[in-house]
């Protein structure tokens, strides 16, 4: 039987401990009809054994006939994960077996049980869980499962396959598909992500824990809709504990969206002014938006936790550099002047009409003279009255054919200025618009992420988030 984990003041949380050394897995129910889809896709990377479980199917394509079995009880040697896509009506029977074989982790991706508002599908998702016997732990019903790309695990085709440091919990599995597909876009990795559905076993508050003493996972990413009932002492106790940032999406906020919640995955979603509190008192950084779930995670990531107070700007409109500074503001940061010894040093690098040397920096047309502008954001960052710098930067700058005179050394060149952040320990968030030149911003999109460097196409994708990361850091403290 899977033991329980005892934390202090009494809370269980159920072992999943073994997730990190899994060796074999099965796909339970691979469909003709769907041409093999889960098996062909979690063969694609897997590390460790794949065997296919179908009662009449005998080959196929593409896939070893030796490791197709009728049954999970008559594959040979242990079992560790299964994969289980058959109709409600043969879940007990595939239950039984996979309690019989001794499987340690079963994903269910078959849906209509509590998720129905039926009684039936209810009292289903009951009796599966007493034919599991606390012996075979459930993601699901109504969820993907497991994604860790370490070993390869992946309910979907192209998954990536290089794993990072973020952990993901979500009770979407679409959700789960549009934030592991955007990661190669952003240049971050998962550890793991878990897409748990029901959480008929495995919930929120057992995933959770398991993330954050996971030796592989430094973020959290959280996508919750609502957890079971009487479960919110253990969330509490559970977020007491955890010593890694927490970066939540609350869905089921509205009147309208907690019934949305509860057609979904039959949650509970609870009052937004009790999980308000919730994050308040265990500083979690709430966002709004998937996108922001995700931004956050890369900022993160790339720059690790940070206290942002004084910001430097940079622009190529002077207008732009305005409407940065209202924004700036709006989030509680500052714009102050530089330090004069700095000031007086960025004076003697602007000789172009219509340009400012002062804070915010409107470079204007010298942008250039792009060895000189690697100097003045050296300069600029080297303020100590200065926490991090934004950029303004247009796509067209990247593409020769908006130049005055062409400049083979001008992209090279500030892709080493948008880099200064690291070499100063002090962050850069280019925004790079999506207006124009698109090829190109994908281009140096992928040139930065390598070295660690967030874009970003419009500057509320980030400004708040760099306001709650750094309260995070601060209350962190």
Known sequence: ??????????????????????????????????????????????????????????????????????????IPGDIDFVFIAVPPSQILEVMNDCTEKGVKLASIFTAEFSDSGMKEGLELEKELIKRAQDKVRILGPNGMGLYYPKL??????????????????????????????????????????????????LDFVDLLYFLSNDSETDIILCYIEGIKEKRGDDLKKVLAQNKKPIIVLKGGKTKTGIIAAKTHTASISGEDRTWKAIFKQYNLIEVDTLEQLLFAARLIDYYGLFDLKNIAVFSISGGYGVILVDLICAQGMNVPPFSPEIQKKLNSKFFTLGTSSKNPLDVSAQIYHSKIMREIIDLALSDRNIDALIMDLPSWYFNIDFHIKKDNTFEPNMIECLSLGHEHKKPIFPIIQRVNCPNDRARISRKLAERKVPIFGDPLEFMTLISKISKYSKKRI
């Not at 309910?155 to 597909?181: E, L």
């Open 1 to 74: 039987m899977v033991e329980f984990v005892s934390m202090e003041n009494d809370v269980n949380i159920k072992d999943i401990s073994f997730i990190n050394n899994i060796k074999s897995m099965a796909v339970i129910g691979p469909s003709k009809k769907r041409d093999f889809f889960f098996l062909r896709n979690h063969a694609e990377n897997f590390k460790g054994d794949l065997y296919a479980i179908h009662p009449t199917v005998k080959e196929i394509p593409g896939f070893d006939q030796r490791k197709i079995f009728t049954s999970v009880k008559n």
């Open 152 to 201: 390869g695990i992946a309910w979907r085709p192209k998954f990536p396959s290089t794993p990072g440091k973020i952990g993901f919990i979500a009770q979407s599995g679409g959700i789960c598909n549009i934030a592991i597909y955007a990661t190669q876009e952003l240049g971050i990795n998962f550890s793991k992500v878990f897409s748990f559905g029901n959480g008929a076993d």
